[in-house]
């Protein structure tokens, strides 16, 4: 079956960095357009960044220039690079892979507080 498995979040003071990382398994990695998601408290799951199979990129206007993703075919996995976080990036975190279907990590929590 399809598991996309996240890791790398955790509690960070504001202007720090972090590093999330997604494994997916099950399908045919290297076809998929995979993306990171949001989702804070009271509010919807919103688009943070995405990566096309070719190596494409897109992000929401309010993590551009702090925020990277990439991918390693290879390895099935996609990362989130993370930096500068303020307060409002304090989120859960959801990985998506796009193709046929789509499919959905369990999430991973981020938060950025002093």
């Known amino acids: 079956q399809v598991q996309l498995v996240e890791s790398g979040g955790g509690l960070v003071q504001p202007g720090g960095s972090l590093r999330l990382s997604c494994a997916g398994s099950?399908?045919?990695?290297?076809?998929?357009?995979m993306g990171w998601y949001r989702q804070a408290p009271g509010k919807q799951r919103e688009l943070v960044a995405v990566?096309?199979?070719?190596?494409?990129?897109n992000y929401a206007s309010s993590v551009k220039g702090r925020f990277t993703i990439s991918r390693d075919n290879a390895k099935n996995t996609v990362h989130l690079q993370m930096n500068s976080l303020r307060p409002e990036d304090t989120a859960v975190y959801y990985c998506?892979?796009?193709?046929?279907?789509?499919?959905w990590g369990q999430g991973t929590q981020v938060t950025v507080s002093s």
């Open positions: 099950g399908i045919i990695f290297s076809i998929y357009t």
């Open positions: 990566i096309s199979r070719l190596g494409n990129t």
């Open positions: 998506n892979a796009n193709y046929d279907a789509g499919y």
